[in-house]
């Protein structure tokens, strides 16, 4: 079953193209008068205007065909030409009905579902995830979440980042601490020993030395580089080098993603698409596209049109190494060749300051015919800042490790928690343990979440935790309550039965709970998270007011009791489900 609002818009828009008018003008919103209307149509001024008619007439006639319809209880015409609506009470219970018993809880699957790849994390081998992943592997994780929920086929790439000089540094300090190793052998072929030379704390260490004395030193800088050229070439020591190092690295990853609760398909990273790189540069030659620039070559994608300045792609260096443009566009290649079925979009969940590198892909992408136009997205996402507005640091000034933070934010959830003296008493140590967990969790996804992508926000562990205000845990804590509530109740012997509308704050709900599908179906439209947690906060905030002005377990009449009981357990549903998409975890009690 449709949403209420979804059904009131088609038969505006029905009644607008009967007059000979665009249907989009049938568009129906939430009234921004709840004490007036349930719902509002503002389209009568725009339509008549083009038309040359009179706003109010068309508004009339467009009233009339509403009321028409079983659901709506009145359709009046106001002020110049709004059209305000009021649904009836069994068209209300309906829909609560629906969000209770249906699988998406009121959501509707998208109308034009896509074969999409999410690339988001893109986390680098041998540096830590530090806080500015966070927002990749949160936002790409939610949208895979949110398009898969609404019908588009999804896969998720981590995209490592497992190619650049990093890896010629890592190669190049190894040999300095353990020039014994086998894999520096000229003449080493493999097979190369299981147990990896290093751990995930050597690696940290390495690459930051590495890239410091690199800094000081342009003879240690030229070796490194000369590692990664060699690498790129194929030389088997490094090639087995290469993939200890990833090997090692996705380990510790994935315990960080795994308290993120981020999941991916692939495990894919640049490395992996290397030998696609002379196919790919082959297709830029044959297309005229190519330019041999002193030893590199290049593509050059400005146009007449550019108000900025467009460096053109590079897609082999003066040194025949490759870098981040050929191994994106590699990456393209690969997905459109390998994955079944084709995708028809690709979303790239990353950093806005990154904005110009996918803007150049995406032009020579689409000028090689790559990929269709306008199916390459960059979903770029502001920085998290400390208190002082500059990109987070620790106290120290460094940057602060993803694990570390992680860690944080568990210790200051077990923190509120112990303050507000939440838990039952009979709770044992482990689901103590979890529930803090999801605290955390909640904490961390919700206040990414909650912030329009594009803007920056401060990062306040303090505040992120709080059960109060606009929060994962106040969330987390209103869908634990309203779970306990029914728990009791059933306990009790007071079941959840049909339900009825009759009470304001029950209206109030209800039509919380229809905004449910145009929040989800916005927020995939608009790549924005944020709409489906503002969304979700006003759902609690709505029940929390119907809990307040009316008894719902206490209640003396057992019809109407039921009735409550039910609508809680919509509203249980559908928080359950949207939190989901969060990806938060809702515990069974706290
Ligand atoms: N590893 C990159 C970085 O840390 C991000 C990768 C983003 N994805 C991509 N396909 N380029 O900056």
């Known amino acids: 079953m449709a949403s209420l609002m979804q059904d009131l818009s088609a038969a505006a828009s029905a009644a607008f193209e009967a007059m000979g008018l665009e249907a989009r003008w049938g568009d129906i919103r939430r009234s921004d008068k709840p004490e007036l209307a349930d719902f509002q149509c503002n389209g009568a001024m725009g339509a008549a205007k083009k038309a040359g008619k009179i706003p109010r007439d068309v508004a009339a006639e467009v009233a009339a065909a509403l009321k028409e319809n079983d659901m709506v209880l009145s359709a009046e015409v106001a002020g110049p030409g709004f059209i305000n609506i009021r649904v009836s009470d069994d068209a209300l219970a309906a829909r609560a009905e629906a969000v209770r018993g249906e699988k998406m809880a009121g959501a509707e699957g998208a109308s034009d579902p896509q074969v999409t790849v999410i690339d988001f994390g893109g986390p680098n081998v041998a540096k830590p995830m530090h806080v500015g992943h966070l927002r990749s592997a949160v936002i790409g994780d939610t949208l895979r979440r949110l398009l898969t929920f609404l019908g588009d086929q999804v896969t998720g790439d981590v995209h490592l980042g497992d190619w650049g000089l990093q890896m010629g540094h890592l190669v190049t300090e190894l040999q300095d601490e353990q020039p014994g190793l086998i894999y520096f052998d000229a003449d080493f072929t493999g097979p190369y020993p299981e147990e990896p030379p290093v751990t995930i704390d050597d690696l940290a260490r390495m690459y930051p030395a590495a890239s410091a004395k690199a800094k000081d030193d342009p003879a240690r800088l030229e070796r490194s580089q000369k590692a990664v050229a060699e690498l790129q070439a194929g030389r088997p020591g490094y090639r087995a080098l290469l993939k200890h190092f990833i090997d090692v690295s996705v380990a510790a990853l994935k315990i960080d993603y795994e308290f993120l609760n981020v999941h991916f398909d692939l495990w894919k990273g640049e490395s992996d698409v290397d030998d696609l790189i002379p196919d790919l540069v082959e297709q830029f030659k044959r297309a005229g596209l190519a330019e041999e620039d002193g030893g590199a070559v290049i593509v050059r994608i400005a146009r007449d049109s550019d108000k900025k300045e467009m460096p053109p792609v590079m897609l082999i260096n003066s040194r025949g190494g490759t870098g981040y443009h050929t191994t994106d566009l590699a990456t393209i290649m690969d997905r459109m060749e ?112 909650m912030n329009t992508r594009t803007t920056n926000y401060v990062f306040d562990l303090d505040k992120f935790t709080s059960f109060e205000g606009k929060t994962g845990p106040y969330l987390l804590y209103a869908a634990v309550r309203v779970k306990s ?50 969304h979700l906060y006003n759902l609690a905030q709505a029940f929390s007011s119907f809990y307040s002005a009316l008894p719902i377990a206490s209640e003396s009449d057992a019809t109407l009791r039921a009735s409550r009981l039910g609508l809680a357990s919509a509203v249980l549903k559908q928080l359950e489900t949207g939190l989901d998409l969060l990806g938060i975890r809702v515990p069974e009690r706290m």
């Open 338 to 449: 390998t994955l079944q079925p084709t995708p028809q979009r690709m979303l790239y969940v990353v950093d806005q300051r990154q904005a110009l590198h996918f803007e150049q892909v995406f032009r020579a992408a689409e000028m090689v015919g790559l990929i269709d136009e306008g199916r390459l997205e960059h979903i770029g996402f502001g920085t998290v800042n400390g208190p002082d507005g500059k990109p987070f640091k620790t106290r120290e000034g460094g940057v602060l490790r993803l694990a570390d933070l992680n860690a944080m934010a568990l210790e200051e959830a077990q923190k509120k928690i112990a303050e507000a003296g939440k838990l039952p008493e009979d709770m044992g140590a482990e689901e103590r343990e979890e529930v803090a967990a999801s605290v955390a969790l909640a904490a961390l996804r919700f206040s990414d979440l």
């Open 485 to 534: 509530l029914l728990r009791r109740a059933e306990a009790d012997g007071n079941e959840a039965g049909d339900i009825a509308i009759g009470h304001d704050a029950e209206r109030a709900l209800v039509l919380q709970l229809d905004n449910f599908a145009f929040a989800c179906l916005q927020a995939r439209e608009k790549r924005m998270p944020h709409v489906l947690c503002e």
